[in-house]
């Protein structure tokens, strides 16, 4: 079926150094894609959105990236602090979906911060 | 503004139990879903409600019902507990068409973490 994965299920980056995140989907059809962090106990919460028709979009220290040649997504995140330690997760609006706005997920990458 | 609330937070089950997952939300958002979230993995969805007295189908809607009798509430049933439901269930609503052109404006609940033994 069609899914969201990611690379690396764990990631460990010292404190004050850039991370990246990466994602493969292999819906060809998604229109809109979204990073999600997620804190132990707690919901995903919205990080940064990019929509098929852009291939880069800016946010506070975070930047996405959207390959749709190889169905390839990237979060950065400059200047890592402690507190982007958390799973983060990519997922997708299938154009088929849009209407209900369904996500479907991927499978996570833990991020851990070192001081 | 509350967001989206869940109870309860956690929940031991025996097999063979029922119970049900409330999710209430005070932003007036028309859409609403319930995800579960099994460990180490990304969510996947259960049913999905785009309005009061509308609801469909996700990924994974065996062994669960939902009605959507108002705006604000979403109950998630289980009948027959297994342990396969044995999982974080996620509610979480949005507005939709969204605010802006380019967010589609979920927002999640704190989860509720059930075991079924």
């Known amino acids: 079926g069609e899914s969201v994965g990611l690379h690396l299920p764990t990631l460990s980056v010292q404190e004050g150094d850039n991370s990246i995140i990466n994602c493969a989907y292999s819906?060809?059809?998604?229109?809109?894609f979204i990073w999600y962090k997620q804190e132990s106990g707690k919901g995903p919460q919205f990080i940064i959105d990019?929509?098929?028709?852009?291939d880069k979009r800016q946010g506070q220290r975070v930047t996405v990236l959207l390959n749709k040649t190889v169905k390839h997504l990237s979060l950065q995140i400059a200047a890592t602090q402690p507190g982007d330690s958390a799973v983060y997760f990519c997922a997708e609006i299938p154009l088929i979906y849009n209407q209900g706005g369904k996500l479907i997920f991927g499978q996570g990458t833990e991020l851990s911060v070192k001081p | 503004n509350a967001g989206v609330t869940q109870t309860p937070k956690f929940r031991i089950l025996k097999i063979g139990q029922s119970m049900t997952l409330q999710c209430t939300q005070d932003m007036n958002h028309n859409y609403m879903y319930w995800y579960r979230q099994d460990p180490g993995m990304g969510l996947k969805l259960i049913y999905y409600s785009v309005g009061a007295g509308i609801t469909d189908k996700g990924e994974v809607p065996n062994g669960y019902n939902v009605s959507r009798s108002t705006t604000e509430d979403f109950p998630l049933r289980l009948e027959l507990a297994a342990p396969s439901q044995t999982s974080v269930y996620f509610c979480a609503s949005r507005v939709y068409p969204p605010d802006r052109l380019s967010y589609y404006g979920y927002t999640f609940g704190s989860g509720t973490r059930l075991t079924v033994v």
């Open positions: 819906n060809s059809a998604s229109d809109y």
């Open positions: 990019i929509r098929s028709n852009m």
